[in-house]
């Protein structure tokens, strides 16, 4: 949750710093960082929350909603940006405001999958891990 937090803060920077190379290269660092952390939790969080005999299954069903994704945010973004349009001369350009929207939508999106991820239940298989473990030292001193 930390690291969608951090993306969403990225693109609330984004709305502000956007006039700017220097502000644009630390809103790129900022959601840069949030990715980073987000996508290094997710196979543990994932592997937490399944049994350990559907991991394999969890990480490739991951993979796939990634994609899946992955595409529908840029066919989304691709839109709003060639419909919020200014004409310069004779080439059309994508308007400012057009970024903004498209910046708002990154955050919103990043601020709903905070609340799913919170929604994920806690890690159980660590604690069926410690129970096994507690059972075969019982053993072993019984031994």
């Not at 840069?32 to 350990?52: D, H, R, T």
């Not at 060639?82 to 400012?96: K, L, R």
Request: a negative charge; glycine letters at 14%.
């Amino acid at each position: 949750m930390c690291g969608i937090l951090v993306i969403a803060v990225g693109y609330g920077l984004a709305l502000v710093l956007m006039g700017s190379a220097w502000g644009l290269m630390v809103v790129g660092m900022v959601t840069s960082s949030g990715v980073g952390l987000a996508y290094g939790a997710m196979p543990a969080l994932i592997m937490g929350s399944v049994p350990l005999s559907e991991t394999a299954a969890a990480n490739g069903f991951n993979t796939l909603m990634r994609s899946l994704g992955t595409s529908i945010g840029a066919a989304v973004i691709g839109v709003v940006l060639s419909q919020m349009t200014v004409t310069m001369g004779d080439h059309t350009v994508t308007s400012e405001n057009g970024f903004r929207t498209g910046l708002l939508a990154g955050c919103g999106v990043a601020l709903v999958a905070a609340v799913i991820a919170a929604a994920i239940p806690a890690a159980r298989r660590v604690e069926a891990d410690a129970d096994a473990d507690a059972t075969q030292e019982q053993a072993a001193v019984k031994a």
